[in-house]
């Protein structure tokens, strides 16, 4: 089944020996995000893009593949923090207001359904959130070491 040609991906790249390790700091430029909570992981990638994307298509492309996911990752953070807080807030209030209704077991209640809410669902995706950019960067360093452009999953492009 052939797509037309506006929804096919653009083909990645082949990265010539003398642009590999720019592209590999490129790609590893989101380790600045353990110096810089937060933002690094998405300063990281953008310097390193407008540092190198005059150099070569295959670097700017490279860099805007590293700078969108990275992009990508920080608002499905703060959307799954933001849900987070509204969801335990919630319930928080829901049993604030039970418990001042004259019903303290609901106040109980919604204390241990926050907790459980917090171990059973924020840690682990907390987690992932985590680990996931981490597990693909490699993924990327590696096809980018073999001379291999990357397109990073789940990313949005914020940049074309």
Same mark, same amino acid.
């Given at each position: 089944?052939?797509?037309?040609?506006?929804s096919?991906?653009? &083909?990645? #790249?082949?990265?010539?020996?003398?642009?590999?390790? &720019?592209?590999?700091?490129?790609?590893?430029? #989101?380790?600045?995000?353990?110096?810089?909570?937060v933002?690094?992981?998405?300063?990281?990638? *953008?310097?390193?893009?407008?540092?190198?994307?005059?150099?070569?298509?295959?670097?700017?492309?490279?860099?805007?593949?590293? *700078?969108?996911?990275?992009?990508?990752?920080?608002?499905?953070?703060?959307?799954?923090?933001?849900?987070?807080?509204?969801?335990?807030?919630?319930?928080?209030?829901?049993?604030?207001?039970?418990?001042?209704?004259?019903? #303290?077991?609901?106040?109980?209640?919604?204390?241990?359904?926050?907790?459980?809410?917090?171990?059973?669902?924020?840690?682990?995706?907390?987690?992932?959130?985590?680990?996931? &950019?981490?597990?693909?960067?490699?993924?990327?360093?590696?096809?980018?070491?073999?001379?291999?452009?990357?397109?990073?999953?789940?990313?949005?492009?914020?940049?074309?």
């Amino acid at each position: 089944m052939h797509l037309p040609p506006a929804s096919r991906p653009p &083909p990645v #790249p082949l990265i010539p020996e003398a642009e590999r390790t &720019p592209a590999l700091l490129i790609h590893l430029s #989101p380790l600045l995000g353990f110096v810089l909570p937060v933002l690094g992981n998405v300063l990281g990638p *953008l310097a390193a893009w407008l540092a190198y994307r005059d150099r070569s298509r295959v670097l700017d492309d490279q860099g805007k593949e590293a *700078l969108n996911f990275q992009l990508s990752v920080w608002l499905y953070s703060l959307v799954f923090g933001l849900l987070f807080f509204a969801l335990v807030s919630l319930g928080l209030i829901g049993g604030a207001f039970g418990a001042a209704a004259g019903s #303290p077991d609901l106040g109980v209640f919604a204390l241990f359904g926050s907790l459980a809410a917090f171990f059973a669902l924020f840690i682990p995706l907390g987690l992932v959130l985590w680990a996931f &950019p981490l597990v693909v960067m490699l993924f990327a360093v590696i096809r980018v070491n073999q001379g291999r452009g990357y397109r990073y999953p789940l990313r949005i492009r914020f940049l074309r």
